[in-house]
């Protein structure tokens, strides 16, 4: 089955500085990799999608980036805000068919003011 | 922003016991979730079910079941209850059953096993 990998696990950033996720993907089959943004004591958010027909997605201060070749996705987050600060997720869809969405472990980011 | 509900939000209760989690989705979605997020916040999938089909992730201990009355509830029963049970369960649901639809989440059940 599908196994993400994510990087870092932490990561502490000054306000106004950029932020990078990244994640890695086994099966070359994966067609669709959201990301989840999880603040303190809440629910997982989505906060952005990318499907594998595209390279790149991006809304206002974040963006994704998906390598297919490479099976690697990324998380930019521009001009880090200290309300930024959260765990976040991102995902996998496995296969085409009904199953289950694979998700990486999180990353803890800080963004200090 | 209750599109995806559960209770109780906190459930505090002593190994052995016998309890369950409620899930409502009011978003008229086929599919709905349980997922389980240990201290280290690891997100693990544990049931997707639409109303068709059940599908169990091998991981998961029999102790766990969900049953779903309709199509906008899925509960989850877990029955004689240990302490590494203790995490918080979150309940998802998405319009369809393809992995490419998002996936809305509950608040959560921070459930603690004593």
């Known amino acids: 089955g599908e196994n993400v990998e994510q990087h870092p696990s932490t990561l502490s950033v000054q306000e106004g500085d950029s932020a990078v996720i990244k994640c890695t993907y086994s099966?070359?089959?994966?067609?669709?990799f959201p990301w989840y943004k999880q603040e303190l004591g809440k629910r997982p958010q989505l906060i952005i999608d990318?499907?594998?027909?595209?390279g790149e997605k991006k809304d206002q201060r974040i963006a994704v980036t998906l390598n297919k070749t490479a099976k690697h996705f990324s998380l930019h987050i521009t001009e880090t805000q200290p309300e930024d600060s959260a765990v976040y997720f991102c995902a996998a869809s496995i296969v085409p068919v009904k199953d289950d969405m694979r998700f990486g472990a999180g990353t803890r980011l800080t963004v200090k003011p | 922003d209750t599109a995806v509900s559960q209770t109780p939000k906190y459930l505090v209760t002593q190994m052995g016991n016998d309890k369950s989690i409620k899930c409502e989705q009011n978003?008229?979605?086929?599919?709905m979730y349980w997922y389980k997020q240990d201290s280290k916040k690891f997100l693990k999938i544990m049931f997707s079910y639409n109303n068709k089909e059940l599908i169990i992730n091998e991981t998961v201990p029999n102790r766990f079941s969900p049953k779903s009355p309709d199509k906008a509830h899925l509960n989850l029963h877990i029955n004689s209850l240990e302490l590494g049970d203790s995490a918080v369960y979150f309940c998802?649901?998405?319009?369809?059953?393809?992995?490419?639809?998002?996936?809305?989440f509950g608040p959560g059940t921070r459930l603690l096993v004593l």
């Open positions: 998802a649901s998405s319009q369809g059953g393809t992995p490419q639809e998002t996936q809305y």
């Open positions: 990318i499907r594998s027909n595209v």
């Open positions: 978003l008229g979605h086929d599919t």
């Open positions: 099966d070359s089959a994966s067609n669709y």
